[in-house]
């Protein structure tokens, strides 16, 4: 075993010696516990055996730090940097990845041949694996297990997460031996405080020793102004000076909202968190580092990193970002006023980390923390070798009770759910290198159809309660009649009343027009007496348990309706990833992207684009609307069909006719995507938010940043995230197959144009 040059924990140790007897490994443990001495140990592993590793994370910034990190380390030499725009020495011993990259080497249709990509690969790390959790990007996790080679260890890492046994059983079913090293250690303890405004000059512990709620915290009340308007006060500067006067600084404070972060950043900014010699050496930082990023020359946020304090979001410029994470990691900042994204693995240790409330908005409204968002955020508290304890403090608001807390507090973490979602990449991927049954077999290999058993628990309970509720309402018929037969007396009898009913009603409009009864009538009467006669003969029609019997037969096909509706749901749940695989394909078929269980050449091309609807890209492309554009008009367009559907409403900022032209063309190629995705029940968008389009079009064409930022109250960060993403599909266009060669060379163009400051600092 590789000698670190501290002694390792019980759990580190563990996972290392699996490693060494060739097995793969799945660790779980808290935020901040050291599980990259782990893959630090798979490095040094690969190094001596002249093998190579390839360490995965989920996020850009987090590559390019590993890179960074490591470069350092082990020698630029050894390590390499692969992310969806930038290929650094792709061929070293250490190639640091996002792991999107990671599962397209595997398609081995983009990136070359599988057998190339892995050549003398023997680990590969799958930094922070609980992101299989993501709505959005958590089957690119799963698709990255399924096709590893076996030949590779794997080597995952992951927070705490109620199912990692599950995980494991999984990896070793698809994969290869697994073993699971999961703790609850921290090496630096927590201890969890309450802000209480209505005793602003204190914290109070949250739990008491037996670990029960304090009693001395009260809940807080709503506080209303004129108008009915909600008036709370912000509790931020009270908070900041308690944890100053106690020395639990520096601190992380969460908050779920950009704009607040921003607000809080400016009310703490004069609170003499900093020493005068810790102000002339972030002076000093500041002029190095804008002297290698003058655009951030006039930033209006200096004043207050000056003070000790900072906002961090994804509003801000990325080069920005990066220079709050430098400063707060050399104990510089004190504050960091922070969305939640901090919390997903940025290297950020605090002393601190405030929670400002226990419940966030979403689309659908209020709703508490899960534990596992809760346990991200309050892991970043507690540096290993500089505390020891780490400090958590969650903020009372009146969205939350101290009860609720304690609880969210004390609540183990949630478990992995498969967000495993075929979509018409795979499958074509897939079918290129498969026959349909092996694509099936790769698809019942999924996570998500290994654990259908936890998500079918439910249902299954549910199924067993109607049963039994179906058992206990056996009724046992006094005259042994079946439920057929009383259901026949029954027609019969609905039938009879609804008869004499009619035949009273005759009577009355005959009566009134002073006529006799006709033959008709009077037939219709004697069947009637006749039908009476037959009821007389069922023993149901003088039974007292006539109407229990008939209310236990209506319970009963309740019952059934339901049972039917639960299997039917089973049924589907079962099979949910292999439908949704068959939906995609019977969509490319009808459009020609597969014919006889294989790409055609479209469908070649197809396999090789990223993005949220791979096939709406293809046929933008194919249909020839972006022919004769220029660069700034491709950029324009692409920005609006990259560009999903924003929450806000904003003002519609003008751009160039042939972009509107264009525009409405891609419209009529939106139809008709949609028209063969609703036969098929495939629910994939097809985004044209032309938003930023404007801005991008400008900013092709030579537009200085200032004036692409007066132009929209949005964050700058905001702008050039879409940017980027407008950069990452014409990129595409550069690379697959079968583009045309003049669109090739006008993607290139745009893409040079765009990647200038501040849009090309990572």
């Not at 698809?174 to 969890?192: A, I, M």
């Amino acid at each position: 075993m590789y000698t670190f040059p501290f002694e390792l924990d019980e759990f580190q140790k563990e996972a290392c010696e699996f490693i060494n007897s060739g097995k793969s490994v799945v660790v779980c443990a808290p935020t901040g516990a050291g599980k990259t001495v782990i893959a630090q140990h798979a490095i040094h592993r690969a190094l001596a055996e002249n093998k190579r590793i390839f360490y995965t994370t989920p996020l850009k910034a987090l590559s390019n730090q590993k890179f960074y990190d490591f470069g350092e380390k082990y020698g630029t030499d050894k390590v390499g940097l692969l992310t969806g725009d930038t290929s650094i020495n792709r061929n070293a011993q250490i190639v640091v990845m996002t792991t999107e990259v990671f599962r397209n080497m595997l398609y081995g249709t983009n990136f070359g041949a599988v057998a190339d990509n892995l050549k003398d690969v023997k680990y590969v790390v799958l930094d922070e694996v609980h992101y299989m959790n993501d709505e959005q990007r958590g089957t690119v996790w799963e698709e990255s297990i399924i096709y590893c080679p076996t030949n590779v260890q794997i080597i995952a890492l992951s927070a705490t997460v109620a199912n990692a046994d599950e995980l494991t059983n999984w990896i070793n079913t698809v994969h290869s031996k697994t073993e699971l090293v999961n703790t609850d250690f921290r090496p630096v303890p927590l201890r969890f405080y309450y802000f209480d405004s209505s005793q602003p000059n204190r914290l109070l512990p949250l739990l008491t020793p037996s670990g029960q709620l304090n009693s001395k915290i009260k809940p807080e009340k709503h506080q209303w102004g004129r108008h009915g308007k909600n008036k709370q006060k912000s509790p931020v500067k009270d908070v900041i000076r308690n944890l100053a006067s106690q020395d639990m600084l520096p601190a992380i404070y969460f908050t779920f909202s950009r704009k607040k972060c921003d607000e809080q950043m400016e009310k703490c900014a004069y609170m003499e968190l900093v020493t005068p010699a810790e102000q002339a050496q972030i002076r000093q930082f500041i002029d190095e580092y804008i002297a290698e990023n003058p655009h951030l020359y006039a930033n209006k946020h200096i004043e207050y990193l000056l003070q000790g304090v900072a906002s961090h979001h994804a509003g801000l410029l990325p080069a920005w970002k990066n220079l709050v994470e430098k400063l707060f990691q050399k104990g510089l900042i004190k504050v960091v006023f922070a969305t939640e994204t901090l919390a997903a693995g940025i290297n950020m240790p605090a002393r601190s980390t405030v929670i400002s409330s226990t419940s966030k908005r979403t689309d659908s409204g209020h709703r508490m923390l899960t534990a596992s968002e809760f346990l991200q955020m309050s892991g970043r508290a507690g540096r290993r070798g500089m505390d020891e304890v780490g400090y958590v403090t969650i903020v009372g608001t009146p969205f939350q009770t101290p009860e609720e807390v304690a609880e969210l507090v004390l609540s183990d973490a949630n478990p992995l759910e498969s967000r495993f979602s075929p979509s018409y990449s795979m499958v074509l991927n897939l079918l290129q290198r498969f026959s349909l049954d092996e694509a099936k077999e790769l698809i019942l290999k999924s996570f998500g159809y290994f654990s259908a058993g936890s998500r079918m628990t439910p249902l299954l309970k549910q199924f067993e309660i109607n049963e039994r509720e179906r058992s206990e309402r056996e009724f046992i018929c006094p005259h042994k009649l079946t439920d057929d037969e009383f259901l026949k007396y029954d027609k019969l009898r609905h039938l009879y009343v609804q008869n004499r009913q009619t035949y009273k009603k005759i009577c009355k409009q005959e009566q009134a027009k002073h006529r006799p009864l006709s033959a008709e009538v009077i037939a219709f009467r004697n069947s009637n007496k006749e039908m009476l006669e037959r009821l007389h003969a069922y023993p149901c029609d003088n039974c007292n348990r006539y109407k229990k019997h008939s209310k236990n037969i209506e319970v009963l096909g309740r019952i059934d309706a339901r049972q039917a509706k639960l299997e039917r749901e089973m049924e589907r749940q079962r099979d949910i990833y292999w439908n949704k695989f068959l939906s995609h394909r019977s969509v490319l078929i009808d459009l020609g992207y597969l014919k006889d269980d294989y790409p055609t050449l479209i469908g070649k091309t197809t396999s090789q684009i990223r993005s949220e609807n791979e096939l709406f890209i293809a046929e933008i492309i194919f249909s020839n609307v972006l022919d004769g554009l220029t660069p700034s008009q491709l950029a324009a367009v692409i920005c609006a069909v990259t560009t999903e559907d924003l929450r806000i409403d904003l003002p519609f900022i003008p751009y160039s006719k042939e972009v509107r032209k264009t525009l409405n063309e891609i419209r009529n190629v939106r139809r008709k995507v949609e028209k063969f995705q609703k036969r098929y029940d495939v629910e994939a968008p097809c985004f044209i938010n032309p938003y930023f389009s404007s801005l991008i079009e400008l900013w092709v064409e030579g537009s200085d940043w200032e004036n692409i930022t007066e132009q929209i109250d949005m964050g700058e960060g905001d702008i050039v995230r879409a940017f980027k993403r407008t950069v990452d599909v014409l990129r595409q266009f550069t690379t697959i197959d079968n583009v045309p060669e003049s669109l090739v060379f006008t993607a290139r163009e745009a893409i040079d144009k765009i990647l200038r400051e501040p849009v090309d600092a990572d």
